[in-house]
């Protein structure tokens, strides 16, 4: 897909109407979307962004990092997606 949204819009087409997006972050050409089923949308809570970029300077986000976070039943959880230096 040519873009971040277009990718969303094909993913929320593919799940169906059962699943709905809940968060989702991007670092450059990093990105991460959590959906949860419609059941538990109710019980999510919290959702924040973290990144962090280590590239050229630590302001170029070529490397590092991006996570989301949520709460479901009062549980964190922490989804990370990373591009690190290699060697």
């Known amino acids: 897909c040519e873009s971040k949204d277009s990718w ?4 929320c087409e593919e799940l ?4 709905r997006k809940v968060i989702s972050a991007s670092l450059n050409a990093m990105h991460i979307i959590a959906f949860a089923h419609v059941s ?3 019980r999510v809570t919290g959702g924040k962004i ?10 170029v ?5 991006v996570a989301i976070s949520m709460m479901i039943n009062e549980k964190l959880f922490l989804f ?4 690190l230096e290699s060697g």
Not at 8 to 11: A, D, Q, S, T
Not at 16 to 19: K, L, P, V
């Open 40 to 42: 538990l949308i109710p």
């Open 80 to 83: 990370a997606n990373s591009h």
């Open 16 to 19: 169906g109407n059962d699943y």
């Open 50 to 59: 973290h990144s962090l970029s280590q590239g050229f300077m630590n302001v």
């Open 8 to 11: 969303e819009i094909k993913l």
């Open 61 to 65: 986000g070529n490397k590092g990092g």
